[in-house]
C-alpha cells in the first residue's frame, strides 16, 4: 500500500506560526518566517526566540538595546573601521577555549548587523584559530538582500578580505564554524598583522545592500 503524504505541512505546530501551509510552500514561508527560532549573537547565551524578538530578548536579558549601537548607517555611508584588543586571549589556555568578542552591531534601516569574533582551541596543545562573522538580526529571506566586505588589516599593509551574505541568526555559532560561513584566520596570522604597541587588530566592515545598488544603476542607465 503506498504511503500517503499529507497535503498540509505541520509548520504552525513546529515555530508557532499561524500560517497552514502546503508541503510546496513550506520553504518559501520559512526563509521569511518571524517565527523562526533564533540564536542569540552573545555567544554565552544559549538560548532561543522568535527572530521578530531578537533585539527585545538582547535588551531584557543583556541590556543590550538599539541605543547600544555603535553607529547607524545609511545609504551612501555603509562602512565603519574598529579594532579588537587581543593581547590577553592569544595564548592558549583551557579556559579560553571558546573565546568570544562583542558583540558589536551596527543598524541600517531598523535591522541590526552584528559582528561575531570568536577564538577557538580544540586541545591547550594546539593552535587557536578566530572566526569572523557578520550576522543579521532577521530571517534568511532578509539576509539575501544584503553582502558584507569584512577587511582584517595588519600593520605593514597586508590585508585579508572576506565577502558573503550576512548569516542570519537562525544559524547557530557552531554550524557556522563547520560550514565555514565565516573568515577563518590561524593564531599566526592575527599576531602578524597586530599592531606592535597595544595589540590591537584592525578591521573595516562594509555593509552592501544590493537592492540599493540596483536602484542607482536603474536611476544611471534611465539618464
Known sequence: MPTTVPSVDPHSAMLGCPRI????????HES???YSQAHCPVLSCSQQFFISEAM???SVQHNIGKDSAI??????????????STATYLNGCRDQQNWWWGPQFVIYENIPFFFIISRRVENPDSRGHFYFWVCIGSNQKESKRFLYNLTVEGV???KV??????VSLEMSAQNVREEQ???L????????MLTKTDEKLLYRIEIVDKTECKSSASSTSSL
Not at 545609504?75 to 574598529?82: D, H, K, N, Q
Open 21 to 28: 501551509l502546503a508541503w510546496l510552500d513550506r520553504e518559501e
Open 32 to 34: 521569511g518566517c518571524s
Open 56 to 58: 527585545q530578548h538582547l
Open 71 to 84: 553607529l547607524r548607517l545609511h545609504a551612501g555611508s555603509m562602512s565603519f573601521r574598529s579594532s579588537i
Open 156 to 158: 605593514q599593509g597586508e
Open 161 to 166: 578580505t572576506y565577502t558573503s551574505t550576512p
Open 181 to 183: 560561513r565565516c573568515l
Open 185 to 192: 584566520l590561524a593564531d599566526s596570522a592575527v599576531k602578524r
